[in-house]
């Protein structure tokens, strides 16, 4: 499976941006699809995580104001941003993976997940 991250880029403090990931390859071997990010010096954090039926499960955070979306047909999941500030400032992952039965809660590990796209950095400045 691989996955290709896009979207990110610069925005203003109180700005919008949307991350799209798209899937190819054994994608009929993933059914979890979910997101995290890394700010400069900082550890990968769990952002959010939606399973094939659309059912999602965010950081408790970033609730409010960020959205997980997907598109089975297309083998894209999304994340929209909205009234981001500087501490949004990150690389932006996205994860894939066909873990065990669970609730969703349980797909914040990052251990969840075998597969990784490369990153797409998200800067939010004043």
């Known amino acids: 499976v691989q996955l290709q991250a896009s979207g990110g880029g610069s925005v203003q403090t109180g700005g919008s941006l949307t991350l799209s990931c798209s899937a190819s390859?054994?994608?009929?071997?993933?059914?979890?699809m979910g997101w995290y990010r890394q700010a400069p010096g900082g550890e990968r954090e769990f952002v959010a995580t939606i399973n094939v039926r659309g059912r999602s499960y965010y950081a408790d955070s970033l609730k409010g104001r960020f959205t997980i979306s997907r598109d089975n047909a297309k083998n894209t999941v999304y994340l929209q941003m909205n009234s981001l500030n500087a501490e949004d400032t990150a690389v932006y992952y996205c994860a894939a993976d066909q873990p065990p039965y669970g609730i969703m809660s349980s797909y914040r590990s990052p251990l969840t997940y075998d597969y990784w796209g490369q990153g797409t950095l998200v800067t939010v400045s004043s």
């Open positions: 390859g054994r994608i009929l071997s993933i059914n979890v």
